[in-house]
């Protein structure tokens, strides 16, 4: 059957890439949809490769342009004309003669590849066949690639330095029909028929029930997960696996949730490591380590001492130290941006994808040293429960004064002020909730007025409530929080309405997961602690003096290069989540100055302030993915890329059985334009001319392109 090409590792890769492209374009040609997978690896770069593969030589020449030196892959089936046969070596090869001899058949001899380990054999999709992919289905070391399934194909290479290869006569050798017998024992009704083989296995294509529905879809997308599947990809399996076996099918939006709740889990991928950014940035992504820049300073020596003897993520040690910071150092100083004043009051929200990903473990450590750093800070501004915003405004009132009748028997001959209750002195407020689910239900109970004291709170702005019973007020509040929630109960419970209304913004969504495993705990030295809670003692002396933060002169040049990419707006969820990202930056700065005993952001400063940024933006984007927040207009451009053809609106209420009104499938497609997701042109039909809609540019591609335009120093364009 022939061997591999061995490549050595120095081997330069420029005339393998002028090979490819003509193959390519040859095998597009022949109809065979293609689509780009990693370098050196089988993993996909197309998020809906089954729907998304193509022949379109347009297409694969943009693909090209874009990943100039990943591997390529053919999507086999019916639309592709083909199905392959994958011969694993000396076990394959022994297995085709067995079969051939039991059949008394000579084999059969078509286009044929070498891979790394053996062979790929390329036959005929027969017509009104029907081929599903197997391992080990004929014999051992003999797998099929049929329907759902793809190979790669030369010139790529394999990760062992091997480069795929036509053997024989090469590429202009035909694609033969295979023979009967083999069909025999691929086709029919139950997926196959015993040929003999004692190692056949039938493919399962049993009922999935009511009732075991949910759970069989559930499996099968954390087994494509473990294999790093990307979302889209899972989506596209669970929906077809709906259709053809479970009676009665889930509905779609459910097939969905299930994709997405199992893609909130992370994927065999090494935990460490940088993300490669010439890949598509997926939804399903876990976040790059934050940069070095990110500790520097004080929380830099906090996380570097209580980091090795704590199973809590980096990330979640650093942003609950720089919360309880801003708490403690109260609201004299800030960053004024015209007429509005930013002051280090931070929210941040620590996301695991499961309950065991240590959220509590970091505020734990970080609780330990604010006891030293300022014991009445802890034991009287620390609380949690946040269920009302009349509650939160409770915990830092003013003063109330009432104006009191004075009687003269029942005569009321004047009145006069008293104080009926002394209120808090200390502003500083620092909410931790282990559980921000609960805050969360609360805050979408109609009449709870939490989200909008909240945001009120971030902005330092005094908080009041308008309603004829409350008489609480704070005219200066300093409130912080630290709240803890897993990814599937934020996706749930994150509300529409909270993200369009800015309170999601104001919010630091920050992924943890459990970083090492210590069955006896940790120690942290108590003399080393001590030594670190003096110095942030003397910075929040510092804090005392300092009322304006400005930016220094070197750093002025580098904000005002990078704002421009902070502030301009992104489209969708993820982009109404970071919306803030220019004022979320600077506070994080003047964090980091204040740490230094600095009234200026320096350089450094600034820095770690965009490190830390970048973290939270690539949280976000990890955690709520390309979807618009919007159920129709989300499934809406789930439909039109999947149809590379584009939909009429007529198809569109036709996909939704009719149940969304002609005024409600307008919005979505306008909210779809708007974000530059879709767009709409006239094609001429027999009669008059439709209107058909094709999705466009994905959101993915805006944060891949606003990454690639900037500076290799700073990565602050994807937010």
């Known amino acids: 059957m022939g061997t591999s090409t061995h490549i050595p590792q120095d081997t330069p890769l420029a005339p393998l890439l002028t090979q490819e492209g003509a193959a390519l374009l040859r095998m597009a040609a022949c109809g065979w949809r293609l689509f780009p997978v990693e370098a050196g690896g089988k993993r996909p770069l197309i998020a809906d490769w089954p729907n998304q593969a193509s022949n379109d030589v347009k297409q694969i020449r943009s693909w090209r342009r874009h990943w100039q030196n990943c591997n390529w892959a053919v999507a086999t089936g019916a639309k592709s004309g083909l199905f392959v046969l994958d011969v694993d070596g000396e076990p394959g090869l022994a297995a085709i003669h067995d079969l051939c001899s039991r059949h008394g058949f000579e084999w059969t001899e078509t286009l044929a590849v070498g ?45 062992s330095g091997h480069v795929y290869q036509w053997i024989g006569s090469g590429e202009v050798a035909p694609v033969a029909p295979a023979p009967n017998w083999l069909l025999e024992c691929l086709e029919g009704p139950s997926g196959a028929r015993n040929c003999g083989s004692p190692t056949l296995a039938s493919e399962t294509t049993t009922v999935i029930p009511d009732g075991q529905r949910n759970t069989a879809l559930a499996s099968l997308a954390g087994t494509m997960r473990r294999r790093e599947m990307t979302r889209q990809a899972i989506e596209a399996a669970l929906l077809a696996e709906n259709a053809s076996r479970c009676k009665p099918p889930l509905p779609e939006h459910e097939v969905r949730s299930i994709a997405r709740s199992v893609c909130q889990y992370q994927a065999a991928a090494p935990e460490t490591g940088a993300v490669d950014t010439a890949l598509i940035v997926d939804s399903c992504t876990w976040p790059a380590p934050l940069r070095p820049e990110a500790f520097y300073g004080l929380p830099g020596e906090f996380c570097d001492l209580v980091g090795p003897e704590s199973e809590a993520d980096p990330a ?13 150092f109260g609201r004299g100083p800030h960053y004024s941006v015209g007429g509005d004043r930013h002051y280090g009051n931070l929210f941040a929200v620590i996301v695991a994808p499961t309950s065991k990903g240590r959220k509590g473990s970091s505020w734990g450590e970080v609780r330990r040293l604010g006891g030293l750093v300022d014991g009445v800070w802890l034991e009287t501004r620390v609380q949690g429960g946040l269920a009302s915003g009349e509650g939160l405004l409770w915990a830092v ?29 200390d502003k500083r407020l620092c909410v931790v909730e282990s559980e921000l689910a609960q805050a969360l239900q609360a805050a979408s109970r109609d009449g ?124 969708g969820l993820f982009g109404s989540v970071i919306a803030r990202g220019e004022a979320q930056a600077v506070r994080l700065a003047m964090l980091y100055a204040l740490l230094d005993c600095s009234t200026e952001i320096r350089l450094e400063h600034l820095e770690a302030a965009l490190a830390g940024w970048q973290y939270c933006a690539d949280s976000a984007r990890f955690i709520f993915g390309d979807e618009l927040g919007d159920p129709t207009a989300d499934e809406t451009l789930d439909l039109l890329r999947r149809a590379p053809d584009g939909m009429t609106r007529t198809g569109i209420r036709d996909h939704f059985t009719r149940n969304k009104s002609s005024a409600e499938i307008g919005r979505a497609l306008a909210v779809l334009q708007e974000a530059g997701l879709a767009r709409s042109s006239r094609r001429q039909t027999n009669g008059r001319a439709a209107e058909v809609w094709c999705a466009s540019v994905p959101v993915e591609r805006y944060a891949r392109n606003a990454l690639n335009a900037e500076s290799p120093t700073c990565r602050v364009s994807v937010v």
């Open 397 to 425: 009132r003013d003063p109330i004064i009432e104006c009191v009748a004075q009687k003269e028997g029942k005569k009321i001959i004047g009145r006069e002020e008293q104080v009926i209750d002394t209120g808090v002195e």
């Open 448 to 571: 709870n007025t939490l989200t909008a004291l909240l945001r009120q709170a971030w902005d330092g702005t005094p908080l009041r409530v308008l309603a004829k019973s409350a008489r609480a007020s704070c005219l200066e509040p300093h409130i912080s929080i630290v709240g803890h929630i897993t990814a599937v109960e934020l996706r749930r419970l994150l509300v529409s309405t909270q993200v369009g209304n800015g309170f999601a913004n104001r919010f630091l969504f920050v992924c943890a997961r459990r970083s090492k495993c210590l069955p006896f705990g940790g120690t942290v030295e108590p003399r080393s602690l001590a030594d670190l809670a003096a110095r942030i003692k003397a910075a929040v002396d510092f804090c005392r003096t300092v009322e304006q933060i400005t930016f220094a002169p070197s750093s002025k040049v580098h904000w005002a290069e990078i704002y421009p990419a902070l502030s301009e707006g992104k489209p």
């Open 115 to 159: 891979t790394a380990r053996g062979s790929h054999l390329y036959f005929r999709w027969p017509e009104g066949g029907t081929i599903r992919n197997s391992a080990g289905k004929l014999a051992s070391g003999l797998d099929v690639r049929a329907e759902g399934g793809y190979v790669i194909v030369p010139p790529s290479v394999h990760s």
């Open 316 to 328: 979640a040690l650093l942003f609950s130290f720089l919360a309880a910071a801003g708490s403690i």
